[in-house]
């Protein structure tokens, strides 16, 4: 079994690179007010009492970091599970759990989750979300795609 060492990294530098953003946004943009970068794209601090797109924005502090935590760890089973050559996997599972602990920080100090980055257009938004959100997408397809390239590999009968 190759060292899980590097994923392990992997995931501390995610939470490490998260936090440190998310304590310049709440100390350096002004709550709700737009920020242009781009035509499409803007910084915009606000906060998500909520899972994803604040889904569950109606459970507790404690009932959200419970579910977070229950994830986490079916995640880590199943990273634990992968086998060693499937290292996209292993780099998704690892980003899903550093995604995913970044916002249970939050979620554990503020009471809810520190988001910033706006998609956008005159007429149309996408929901404002972090960086530990694009871990935790970027992740999940590396291993959605990881899972094809190995489907694909098998010899067929």
């Known amino acids: ?83 060693p050559n499937q290292v996209l996997a292993r780099i998704g599972f690892a980003l899903i759990v550093g995604g995913a602990l970044g916002n249970v920080i939050d979620r554990t100090v503020y009471g809810h989750v520190i988001d910033y980055i706006l998609f956008h257009t005159p007429v149309w938004s996408f929901a404002i979300f972090n960086l530990a959100d694009v871990f935790i997408s970027v992740g999940a397809a590396a291993v959605v795609l990881d899972e094809f390239l190995s489907w694909r590999r098998q010899p067929r009968p």
């Open 1 to 83: 079994m190759k060292s899980l060492t590097p994923y392990a990294l992997l995931t501390i530098v995610a939470i490490a690179l998260d936090q440190w953003i998310k304590q310049w946004v709440e100390t350096g943009l002004p709550f709700q007010e737009k920020i242009d970068l781009l035509p499409f794209l803007a910084l915009f601090r606000t906060y998500n009492t909520g899972i994803a797109f604040s889904m569950f924005s109606s459970l507790s502090d404690t009932g959200l970091i419970a579910v977070a935590a229950v994830v986490v760890v079916f995640v880590l089973y199943l990273a634990l599970k992968t086998p």
